[in-house]
């Protein structure tokens, strides 16, 4: 008769809360990673456009961005756009992420096990910023990171 299951990440396994000096913790992560945030190439799509955020060489995470004004849009709404150009928004969005700011909140998403810590432009949330369940490493957009590379992006 085999032995006990080995774990597998997704299944229940962990009953402590994840707790709040954690919280703390991925909140202060991402304030330190945010000088060292930069844009990738844009991605058009056939209604508008995303501009991945890179840390290293990883996504952390895509930001919507309006073409036309040339800035970002609040995360959640895509855009919607026809006939535009990339031309200058890689160079916008550098700009762009000088002005973000950490916010001093973040949820937890038990099905990744992480924090998710917001970052906004202004008064609109541009980015959502993954942190493992202990506050101490950057989680990438892997499928992200894989298009940027795929894409020579």
Known sequence: MPGPLPP???L???V???GEEKAKKAVELVKEALPFLRPGKPIGRPDGVDVPVLYLDFAIDRMHFDPRSGTPLPKGFPGHF???ELSGIEERTEEVLKELRVLDACEFREPEDCWV???AWRSFVVLHVRVGR?????IPDYPLTEEVRRHGL
Do not use: A, K, M, T
């Open 8 to 10: 597998i990440r997704g």
């Open 12 to 14: 229940p396994h962990r």
């Open 16 to 18: 402590e809360p994840p």
């Open 82 to 84: 026809e006939g535009f």
């Open 117 to 119: 810590v917001p970052v």
């Open 134 to 138: 202990d506050g101490g490493e950057l």
